[in-house]
């Protein structure tokens, strides 16, 4: 069964929160979520699968194999969690909705920080509900190290509450428990699941771009495999 968050106030630490397809997860993924853990001073970060992402095509792999892979690739680290509950609703899967049922849990006091990178940021603005994002959670956005974030947003709705809400360092994601827009710099790595699944799609190994056990499930499974 998949580990829930812990339900506490703002003494269990910051909890990040790491949306995504993860079709299928890999390398970049448990990067950004350890790095993060550390620079932006997290005590956990809870990985929420989406089950019908409305933003983009529809994933190639069921929620339920996308589930699996997940909870495969984060056992054995105590700093993740995996939550299902995007995977096994019907509904499409909104952030606004997801961040209130965590807030839900883990009470008003407990930092979330969504855990965005720089292409999903720059589209906030076409987010459902986007505004009542600052109201649940901070927002951390992964750069590459010496990126200027600033200096790639327009004059918008977006531009105008990065200049009222930008925080500089873990230190402004503990003092309140939602509002912020913290960038922060990640080790770059060159990998992409769309990529991985071209390369299996074309009978190509992707092994050590992803973890064994997730190569492993997705052979067994076949999934990705373009010659079926």
């Given at each position: 069964?998949?580990?829930?968050?812990?339900?506490?106030?703002?003494?269990?630490g910051?909890?990040?929160?790491?949306?995504?397809?993860?079709?299928?997860?890999?390398?970049g993924?448990?990067?950004?979520?350890?790095?993060?853990?550390?620079?932006?001073?997290?005590a956990?970060?809870?990985w929420?699968?989406?089950?019908?992402?409305?933003?983009?095509?529809?994933?190639?792999?069921?929620?339920?194999?996308?589930?699996?892979?997940?909870r495969?690739?984060?056992?054995?680290?105590?700093?993740?969690?995996?939550?299902?509950?995007?995977?096994?609703?019907?509904?499409?899967?909104?952030?606004?909705?997801t961040?209130?049922?965590?807030?839900?849990?883990v009470?008003?006091?407990?930092?979330?920080?969504?855990?965005?990178?720089?292409?999903?940021?720059?589209?906030l603005?076409?987010?459902?509900?986007?505004?009542?994002?600052?109201?649940?959670?901070h927002l951390?956005?992964?750069?590459?190290?010496?990126?200027?974030?600033?200096?790639?947003?327009?004059?918008?709705?977006?531009?105008?509450?990065?200049?009222?809400?930008?925080?500089?360092?873990?230190?402004?994601?503990?003092e309140?428990?939602?509002?912020?827009?913290?960038?922060?710099?990640?080790?770059?790595?060159?990998?992409?699941?769309?990529?991985?699944?071209?390369?299996?799609?074309?009978g190509?190994?992707?092994?050590?771009l992803?973890?064994?056990?997730v190569?492993?499930?997705?052979?067994?499974?076949?999934?990705?495999?373009?010659?079926?």
């Amino acid at each position: 069964m998949p580990r829930n968050v812990q339900t506490d106030t703002s003494d269990a630490g910051p909890l990040g929160v790491l949306g995504g397809t993860f079709d299928p997860v890999h390398f970049g993924h448990l990067r950004l979520a350890e790095e993060a853990r550390s620079v932006l001073g997290l005590a956990a970060v809870c990985w929420l699968p989406a089950g019908l992402p409305p933003h983009r095509a529809a994933p190639q792999a069921s929620a339920a194999h996308r589930l699996a892979m997940v909870r495969l690739a984060i056992a054995g680290n105590p700093g993740f969690s995996l939550d299902a509950g995007e995977t096994l609703s019907a509904a499409p899967s909104y952030s606004v909705p997801t961040l209130e049922r965590l807030r839900a849990q883990v009470g008003p006091r407990r930092p979330l920080v969504l855990l965005l990178g720089v292409d999903a940021f720059l589209g906030l603005c076409s987010w459902h509900r986007w505004r009542e994002l600052f109201g649940l959670a901070h927002l951390a956005v992964a750069t590459r190290p010496g990126y200027s974030l600033a200096g790639e947003l327009k004059e918008d709705a977006l531009a105008e509450e990065f200049r009222l809400r930008q925080g500089s360092s873990a230190a402004s994601i503990g003092e309140m428990p939602a509002g912020r827009i913290v960038p922060f710099g990640i080790t770059a790595l060159d990998v992409s699941s769309t990529g991985l699944r071209r390369e299996i799609g074309a009978g190509r190994s992707p092994r050590y771009l992803l973890p064994d056990p997730v190569l492993d499930y997705i052979a067994a499974n076949r999934l990705y495999n373009s010659h079926d």
